[in-house]
């Protein structure tokens, strides 16, 4: 490292001391008024602030007299780009969180639960058990479904409809009821 760029950051060190000593307080009391709920965001935004007052030390040591107006829009801008950031993030969960959740988290007991719920269906009739998968499998309407199975509209409400009560009694036999799902 030359001699003229060892000074140039020690000068740079000893402005952003002097920012430091001059306005961090009041900076930081500011962020945290935008962060409320968050004060290590805040004190991470302040710290980006004089890391940026740092890397522009020679311009804004010139301007002295708009150096605090530049570190309150840095920050706020700050604020502002990492709150957009975090909304574009998927919000990242660590093992502790799965627990966390909706739904079973463990594979077994939904292997399990699967297992359950088709041998309920295999108790049904061919009739009954056609009609669900065409409405609840393959997402149809009722009058696609009985078009596709060619039968009325009105058998296929039937079926579906008595199929469901016989699968909830079938799985209730089981001990599962609805808000097990």
């Not at 500011?30 to 004060?39: A, E, G």
């Not at 920050?75 to 502002?80: F, K, P, Q």
């Not at 719920?117 to 009722?142: I, N």
Request: hydrophobic share 40%.
């Amino acid at each position: 490292m030359s001699q003229s760029t060892h000074d140039d950051t020690r000068a740079g060190g000893d402005f952003v001391a002097a920012l430091y000593d001059q306005h961090a307080a009041s900076l930081l009391r500011y962020v945290r008024s935008l962060l409320p709920n968050d004060p290590h965001r805040a004190e991470d935004v302040v710290q980006e602030c004089l890391l940026r007052a740092w890397r522009n030390a020679g311009p804004l040591a010139a301007q002295r007299n708009s150096v605090r107006p530049w570190l309150f829009r840095v920050a706020r801008n700050l604020v502002i780009d990492w709150g957009r950031r975090d909304r574009v993030r998927p919000v990242a969960f660590g093992d502790d969180d799965l627990d966390l959740l909706p739904g079973p988290a463990d594979f077994a007991e939904q292997v399990v639960r699967r297992c359950v719920v088709d041998q309920a269906l295999d108790g049904l009739t061919p009739t009954h058990r056609q009609a669900l998968r065409q409405v609840y499998h393959l997402d149809r309407t009722r009058q696609r479904a009985a078009a596709a199975i060619g039968v009325p509209v009105g058998t296929v409400k039937s079926r579906v409809h008595n199929a469901t009560i016989a699968v909830t009694e079938a799985l209730a036999g089981r001990g599962i009821t609805a808000t097990d799902w």
